[in-house]
């Protein structure tokens, strides 16, 4: 499993650890990724994601799951969340 968010695209950072003594190792910074399941209003059914708290944020601010998939960029998304949007899509163009 990555360690890659699937609605931002945030991944691993490298930076170093810094000694008292200057001395510089590399380490990784990792996001802060979650297993949860989100709730889409347009499909009516819920999908298990793995996104970083601050994606969480942003989808709770811009007003759910659908909201801020209809405004995502698709090369931030996972092939998962892509599906998702193209499904949302489908399912609102005869209501439009």
Same mark, same amino acid.
């Given at each position: 499993?990555?360690?890659r968010? $699937?609605?931002?695209?945030?991944?691993?950072?490298?930076?170093? #650890?810094?000694?008292?003594? #200057?001395?510089?190792?590399?380490?990784?910074? @990792?996001p802060?990724?979650?297993?949860?399941? @989100?709730?889409? $209003?347009?499909?009516?059914?819920?999908?298990?994601?793995?996104?970083?708290?601050?994606?969480?944020?942003?989808?709770?601010?811009?007003?759910?799951?659908? =909201?801020? @998939?209809?405004? =995502?960029?698709?090369d $931030?998304?996972?092939?998962?969340?892509?599906?998702?949007?193209?499904?949302?899509?489908?399912?609102?163009?005869p209501?439009?």
């Amino acid at each position: 499993m990555s360690r890659r968010c $699937e609605l931002t695209g945030k991944g691993p950072m490298t930076g170093n #650890n810094v000694s008292h003594a #200057n001395n510089k190792t590399r380490r990784r910074f @990792l996001p802060n990724l979650q297993d949860v399941s @989100l709730h889409s $209003e347009g499909l009516g059914r819920s999908f298990k994601l793995r996104v970083s708290s601050a994606a969480l944020r942003s989808v709770d601010h811009r007003g759910g799951l659908d =909201a801020y @998939l209809a405004r =995502a960029k698709d090369d $931030e998304l996972s092939p998962n969340a892509l599906q998702i949007k193209r499904d949302l899509k489908k399912a609102q163009q005869p209501a439009a």
